[in-house]
Every structure is written in structure tokens, then in C-alpha cells.
């Protein structure tokens, strides 16, 4: 079995999604990284994409070379990529809320994330605290 790795990254969004955007989008990455066997999180804040995806490094690098040829986004920037531990997304969570302050504990917080990250906690509430008010989290992952 091929080791752990985690890839994260942001992006500029090349346009404004609707909620049904959004829910298409969330569809489209379940079904694709629930059958590469990836687990993590894709925030949309209104204006940009932050991505955590954890898998096999191979996977991660196919998936991730998709990903930077999509046209809905732009300035792609890999903030983070290597071997991990353990994943920090373990369950299955699906969730799309309003706001730039989740209430569904999908951030910061969540018991969907493992405890042991700091590092990643902080990335997540800097994206958190630099979103719009108008933001969607978006959490896709699988067990």
C-alpha cells in the first residue's frame, strides 16, 4: 500500500458559483475522489478555492494535475504537499453552508477533523477569517 500524502491549495475562482453550482460541483468531486480513494475538504468562499486532498501520492498527482487544467479557476497556489501520518478526514462528510462562519462544524472545530493538525487548523481558519460573508464551505469526503 502506497504511503499517506495530503495536498493542499487555493485558487481563484473565474467566476461567481450559485448554490446549484456549488451542489454540482460537491457531486462531481464525491463521486471522483470517493473512487481515487481521497479524503478531504474544498472550501468556496465567494471568490476563491481551498482544497485539501489526502490519498496516495500518485493519486493525489493525477487528480491534482485534472484540477489545474479546470477552467473555473485560476492562480492556482500548492500551499502544502508530502507524506502524512494519518488522514485528518476520516468520516463521511458532506456539507454545504452559508456564511463564512460554518454551524456545521466543518471547519475549525469539527468532528470531522482530527485534533492532531495544528498547522492545518490554522490554514483553515486564515481562509475562515479572509473569506466574504457570503461564503460556502464545502466538505467531501469518505471513510
Not at 473565474?14 to 470517493?34: A, I
Not at 475538504?41 to 479546470?70: K, N
Not at 462562519?101 to 472545530?109: F, Q
Request: proline share 6%.
Amino acid at each position: 500500500m502506497e504511503p499517506l500524502h495530503h495536498l493542499i491549495y487555493q485558487s481563484k475562482a473565474t467566476m461567481v458559483f450559485s448554490g446549484p453550482q456549488v451542489s454540482q460541483l460537491l457531486n462531481c468531486v464525491q463521486q471522483r475522489n470517493q473512487a481515487a480513494g481521497i479524503t478531504g475538504m474544498l472550501w468556496y468562499d465567494g471568490r476563491r478555492f481551498l482544497q485539501i486532498m489526502e490519498g496516495p501520492a500518485s493519486t493525489l498527482e493525477h487528480v491534482f494535475s485534472r484540477i489545474c487544467l479546470d477552467c473555473r479557476h485560476t492562480r492556482v497556489q500548492v500551499l502544502a504537499n508530502g507524506p502524512i501520518g494519518h488522514r485528518q478526514f476520516t468520516t463521511c462528510a458532506t456539507a454545504i453552508v452559508s456564511g463564512s462562519h460554518p454551524e456545521d462544524g466543518s471547519a475549525p472545530g469539527s468532528p470531522h477533523l482530527a485534533e492532531q493538525d495544528e498547522a492545518l487548523w490554522l490554514l483553515l481558519e486564515d481562509f475562515r477569517l479572509t473569506a466574504p460573508p457570503t461564503a460556502l464551505l464545502v466538505a467531501a469526503g469518505h471513510s
